[in-house]
């Protein structure tokens, strides 16, 4: 099964079955404790019925189908339908749900950038995420430095990410601590305007999404 | 009933000694900021984390604070902040 | 304001089953992990503000085995029809939050949730840390006869 994640990510899921117990041979490394756990545990759960391999599997190709393609539809979708964008920043869940991606229980709220306001999303206690949506979230935005720096220094976390905002632009950083999770709403690019709704999406990475870039211009056109 | 709203000059509690499971992160304690939205009424966190089964739901807001506030030293914008989920337990009015 | 936490004694085997997982020798995150001006109060996953290194802009797909941690997590706190769920996230969070720092730092992110996960259910009862430890026994040696199995083709 292949996916398509704008971030380029290659994905392969695929589970063995119920009648192959073994640890997978894909998995790179030598076992580590925590993989042996992982086998020992999942095999202990389906011998008491608690789970069976086919909801594993199930659960594993849905976090493999979410990901950013979705969330740049969303916005795609914003940018170019108002009433939209107005459901969307007034009750994020239920206008996504609308455009056909179920998240619930997923409780989104989706902030939007403008010339005045640039959004950065984090979880300072963990690695809260709209999974639903964005799929599993990258290892940076789970990592010590992203954590503790994003609410203190979001500017200089910004630089990190190669993204400039100017000192008058309000930054306004989201952290999210309990039931909420967040989708910033870029701005559309400048230069954007004949492009289709599916072109405008190839434009929005997941980085923009939870803030630390901004989607990049369209290429410019041969004959201008 | 949730007790505050948006506009709503709040501040959060200063004592942070509770033990167990805590969503209120430690650097906007005693801090001042403003209520920017009620997101609903949803299960104690602090309690399911001990499988209890969180009720009543408790008021969430969002409370927007503001960087020159949260850090003595803060170099970023004038404007810039942070905004947080906090839940009502946590919270206190705060004089104007 | 006052809460109802449930009772700290019955939280068994968070130590032996951390033993389970044998702490990698791995460089911790990039900076000096001590706080020094640290109350405390402060617990350690609570990190909003504190000092650290420049952030690794690395990303790559989670492997099988992480996978299959994160869907046991999800499939474990999915509602059941009739709304009971076996653990919740907020469980999870909690065992996290309660490992030692420098278990917190040097294991990795989807080591400390099979870690948790593990724990939870052995508080719950759904099986004895004898059970695992045997299931665990089990799955070692049927590992090192396929090595063994392997080297001799």
Not at chain 1, 98 to 106: E, M, N
Not at chain 2, 66 to 93: H, M, T
Not at chain 3, 120 to 132: D, M, N, Q
Request: aromatic share 8%.
């Amino acid at each position: 099964m292949h996916d398509d994640h704008t971030d380029g990510a290659h994905d392969h899921a695929h589970d063995h079955g119920a009648r192959d117990f073994q640890p997978d041979l894909e998995d790179t490394h030598p076992f580590t404790e925590a993989q042996f756990l992982e086998t020992a545990l999942r095999e202990l759960l389906i011998e008491k019925g608690v789970l069976t391999a086919d909801e594993l599997r199930g659960a594993i190709e849905f976090m493999d189908g979410r990901g950013a393609h979705l969330g740049a539809g969303v916005v795609a979708r914003a940018w170019t339908d108002p009433g939209f964008k107005a459901r969307l920043l007034a009750d994020g869940t239920e206008a996504v749900e609308l455009y056909g991606i179920p998240i619930r229980p997923t409780h989104l709220v989706v902030v939007e950038n403008t010339p005045a306001v640039h959004n950065m999303i984090v979880c300072t206690l963990c690695s809260c995420y709209p999974r639903n949506l964005l799929g599993r979230p990258p290892l940076w935005y789970k990592s010590r430095e992203y954590r503790s720096r994003a609410v203190r220094e979001p500017r200089a976390v910004l630089e990190e990410f190669g993204t400039k905002i100017p000192a008058d632009v309000e930054i306004r950083v989201h952290d999210s601590t309990a039931d909420m999770r967040y989708l910033v709403l870029p701005m559309r690019p400048a230069g954007s305007e004949r492009l289709s709704e599916a072109e405008l999406a190839e434009l929005v990475t997941r980085d923009a999404m939870v803030g630390v870039t901004v989607p990049r211009g369209p290429a410019r056109a041969t004959a201008e | 009933m949730s007790r505050f709203a948006p506009g709503d000059k709040v501040r959060v509690l200063a004592d942070f000694t509770r033990p167990g499971h805590v969503r209120t992160p430690w650097y906007c304690r005693d801090k001042a900021g403003v209520v920017e939205r009620v997101c609903g009424a949803f299960r104690n966190p602090e309690a399911l984390a001990y499988a209890k089964d969180g009720l009543p739901e408790l008021p969430l807001y969002r409370v927007r604070f503001a960087q020159r506030e949260l850090w003595p030293d803060y170099r970023g914008g004038a404007d810039d902040v942070v905004e947080i989920e906090i839940y009502e337990p946590w919270l206190l009015p705060a004089e104007a | 304001m006052s809460f109802a936490i449930g009772s700290l004694e019955g939280l068994p085997h968070a130590r032996s089953l951390c033993r389970h997982i044998r702490l990698p020798g791995r460089r911790p995150g990039g900076y000096a992990c001590a706080m020094t001006d640290k109350p405390e109060n402060r617990r350690y996953h609570d990190m909003g503000g504190l000092p650290a290194g420049p952030i690794e802009n690395e990303d790559h797909e989670p492997d099988l085995w992480e996978k299959r941690v994160d869907a046991m997590m999800v499939c474990l706190g999915t509602s059941a029809p009739d709304g009971k769920r076996l653990i919740t996230v907020d469980e999870i969070r909690r065992v996290i939050e309660d490992l030692p720092p420098d278990a917190y730092d040097t294991m990795s992110y989807y080591e400390r949730w099979v870690h948790s996960i593990a724990t939870i259910l052995a508080e719950r009862g759904v099986y004895t840390p004898e059970e695992l430890d045997a299931k665990l026994a089990e799955v070692k040696a049927r590992s090192k006869q396929q090595a063994g199995e392997g080297a001799a083709q």
